[in-house]
């Protein structure tokens, strides 16, 4: 099984829908990440958490919000979907260990998101 | 403040010929930096990385990297080009400053290889 995985893989919404999308993983890190990825732009990050009480915004966490519901659980939210939001996003996570160990992020396969 | 900078957005080779990816980054204290790979439809998942032992790092599928301080360089190289290769490779930088341990990623360099 993935260590990292999101639901759904996949969504077509509408302007003005609410979206969810979920991250779950099994690597017990404490640290979780969302990030969107355009063509050109490379990974942008929208908000982190270094653990459950602890949510900082990222680079683009405008139109976006977030929620640590577990260690183990991190979902990003689109209260009301624009087409400018229609990307790939990615989850991560990261943990302790070796020295530069802890940097080192871990995938999910990402979530596809097209806004009509 | 942190930067990436990949040059090439996209670079072509042929099979068995040189791989040789550019990075360049931007950081105030000494750096931790990384390769990432995205095979089509996957996630990132790393290639190699820097932690300041080593300055040629060896990763996986062959791929090394060195880090060159004075030219504030982390370039990626492969001797020998498979077709499995094709795939878009990011590089990353990150350090230990204030508020964790944040990666800032570059725009990524997209690998063709020509058989």
């Known amino acids: 099984d993935a260590d990292v995985t999101q639901t759904p893989r996949n969504r077509i919404t509408k302007t003005g829908k609410r979206i969810m999308l979920e991250c779950s993983q099994t690597?017990?890190?404490?640290?979780m990440y969302w990030y969107r990825q355009d063509p050109g732009l490379g990974l942008r990050l929208i908000y982190y958490s270094f653990d459950v009480k602890d949510i900082n915004k990222g680079e683009i966490s405008d139109g976006y919000s977030v929620s640590r519901q577990a260690q183990a659980k991190f979902s990003l939210s689109l209260e009301s979907a624009i087409p400018n939001q229609t990307a790939l996003y990615f989850c991560a996570t990261s943990g302790g260990g070796q020295r530069g160990s802890y940097n080192e992020q871990f995938f999910g396969p990402g979530t596809r998101l097209t806004v009509l | 403040a942190q930067s990436v900078t990949q040059l090439g957005s996209h670079v072509s080779v042929s099979e068995g010929a040189l791989v040789l990816l550019r990075c360049n980054y931007s950081s105030s204290v000494p750096p931790y930096l990384f390769w990432y790979v995205q095979y089509p439809n996957q996630g990132l998942q790393l290639l190699l990385k820097y932690t300041s032992a080593a300055t040629l790092v060896k990763g996986i599928n062959g791929f090394e990297a060195e880090f060159k301080k004075s030219e504030t360089s982390f370039h990626l190289t492969k001797p020998s080009a498979h077709m499995s290769d094709a795939a878009e490779y990011f590089c990353a930088v990150s350090d230990q400053g204030t508020g964790g341990f944040k990666t800032i990623f570059g725009a990524g360099t997209r690998l063709f290889v020509k058989a």
């Open positions: 690597k017990g890190h404490d640290r």
